[in-house]
T-cell receptor, first 112, second 120 residues
Framework: TQLLEQSPQFLSIQEGENLTVYCNSS?????LQWYRQEPGEGPVLLVTVVTGGEVKKLKRLTFQFGDARKDSSLHITAAQPGDTGLYLCAGDRGSTLGRLYFGRGTQLTVWP | DVKVTQSSRYLVKRTGEKVFLECVQDMDHENMFWYRQDPGLGLRLIYF???????EKGDIPEGYSVSREKKERFSLILESASTNQTSMYLC???????????????????FGPGTRLTVT
């Protein structure tokens, strides 16, 4: 059973469109991270959100942590082909061993 | 810059062979992780280690073992490779999340480029 459910699994859009990716759980997380993975590479951290209701912006990317710390969203404004990649959310449950729980990912393709 | 390196980018092995995948990190991280990544299944944790010679099972440890004799190196071993172990294997490392080092940033994992293993 997946602790974090991501949707949609695939997203194919035109350059300039907006999109939102969701990461949901019935469990509470101490923090939640978003990673992006490009073909042939490992995932790279984009952002960490910690406080319920927190909103963080990274240029055209907006990340939100739900008030109850059970869900998160990633919104991209005016998507560009360079945004193409696999987006993964990952949550920590306060383990002292550093374990993260990953969602299955959203494969985003932005066409020029 | 943190660097996590994996011994091979591509590997082809035969069924029944013993396979070693090696991972080295240069940031003095306490924690190291092995995942496998399959289309539609995301990252699944195989094993992780929080200190030299210490290991913990992840969600799918069957058919795998690990070794951590030095802090910077974490090896994944497939004792007898099978075709269902064909996958992308990713290694990651992070700082300790306990004691004086505990901070939100401790949970950030740094990944290697992956090893695509094919078992025929």
């Amino acid at each position: 059973t997946q602790l974090l459910e991501q949707s949609p699994q695939f997203l194919s859009i035109q350059e300039g469109e907006n999109l939102t990716v969701y990461c949901n759980s019935s469990s509470v997380f101490s923090s939640l991270q978003w990673y992006r993975q490009e073909p042939g590479e490992g995932p790279v951290l984009l952002v960490t959100v910690v406080t319920g209701g927190e909103v963080k912006k990274l240029k055209r990317l907006t990340f939100q942590f739900g008030d109850a710390r059970k869900d998160s969203s990633l919104h991209i404004t005016a998507a560009q082909p360079g945004d193409t990649g696999l987006y993964l959310c990952a949550g920590d449950r306060g383990s002292t061993l550093g374990r993260l729980y990953f969602g299955r990912g959203t494969q985003l393709t932005v066409w020029p | 810059d943190v660097k996590v390196t994996q011994s091979s980018r591509y590997l082809v092995k035969r069924t029944g062979e013993k396979v070693f995948l090696e991972c080295v990190q240069d940031m003095d991280h306490e924690n190291m992780f092995w995942y496998r990544q399959d289309p539609g299944l995301g990252l699944r944790l195989i094993y992780f280690s929080y200190d030299v010679k210490m290991k913990e099972k992840g969600d799918i440890p069957e058919g795998y073992s690990v070794s951590r004799e030095k802090k910077e190196r974490f090896s994944l071993i497939l004792e007898s490779a099978s075709t269902n172990q064909t996958s992308m294997y990713l290694c990651a490392s992070s700082f300790s999340t306990s004691g004086a080092n505990k901070a939100v940033s401790s949970y950030e994992q740094y990944f290697g480029p992956g090893t695509r293993l094919t078992v025929t």
